[in-house]
């Protein structure tokens, strides 16, 4: 009899451990450890705005207040004077870039990329606990029907089905999935945000 475990079992072993490791890992970000224990208020206070891209700062700080209330740990409020806490930051870097072309050179995928530096101070102590000089997030975006995969979740997400999208134009497949996927790298952005000033990363 082998003292190696059989295939099937050892596949089971790697799922379980899987799942085991990325459910401590929602866990930890979700119960804020490195928060401090008396906090239950947060003021996000407007972003600056390093790049050229103007609201983007305004568009940023929308999802982060999401991804805060999401979690139920902390609650967002309108002012400083009515919180415990203060985050606040700077978006560095927003980029759009063509990464895929046809034969004709037309860019038929691009790269949206985003960057942020963030710091949360404690209102009660006066002081800094916790600050990163950048967070990123970055989706590859098809802009043209024939590079849309149907299948992906950020397309499933959408209004959209295959058959509708063989019938956009360029321009309109560029407009739609552009804006999902734009969604998508703020979601993300904001969840890597949280996951780091939570747990103190």
């Not at 003292?3 to 866990?27: D, E, K, M, T």
């Not at 860019?107 to 800094?128: C, E, M, W």
């Not at 024939?146 to 063989?166: E, G, H, I």
Request: charged letters at 15%; glycine letters at 4%; aromatic letters at 8%.
């Amino acid at each position: 009899m082998s003292r190696y475990p059989r295939p099937s079992r050892l596949l089971g072993l790697v799922i379980v451990a899987g799942l085991f490791l990325s459910g401590c890992g929602y866990h930890f970000a979700a119960s804020g450890d490195a928060l401090p224990q008396g906090a239950n208020t947060i003021y996000v206070s407007l972003f600056t705005n390093s790049t050229r891209v103007t609201g983007v700062n305004d568009e940023v700080m929308r999802y982060i207040k999401d991804e805060i209330a999401l979690h139920r740990r902390l609650k967002v409020v309108d002012s400083a004077a009515a919180a415990d806490l203060e985050l606040s930051g700077d978006v560095r870097f927003v980029s759009q870039t063509p990464t895929n072309f046809n034969s004709a050179l037309e860019p038929t995928q691009y790269t949206q990329n985003i960057v942020v530096a963030a710091s949360l101070r404690d209102l009660h102590a006066k002081k800094t606990i916790w600050t990163t000089h950048s967070v990123s997030a970055g989706e590859h975006t098809p802009v043209v029907p024939q590079t849309t995969v149907a299948t992906t979740p950020t397309f499933l997400q959408q209004n959209l089905r295959a058959n509708d999208v063989a019938n956009l134009t360029d321009i309109q497949t560029a407009q739609a999935e552009t804006s999902a996927y734009r969604d998508v790298m703020m979601q993300r952005l904001a969840q890597n945000l949280y996951a780091q000033m939570a747990e103190g990363f």
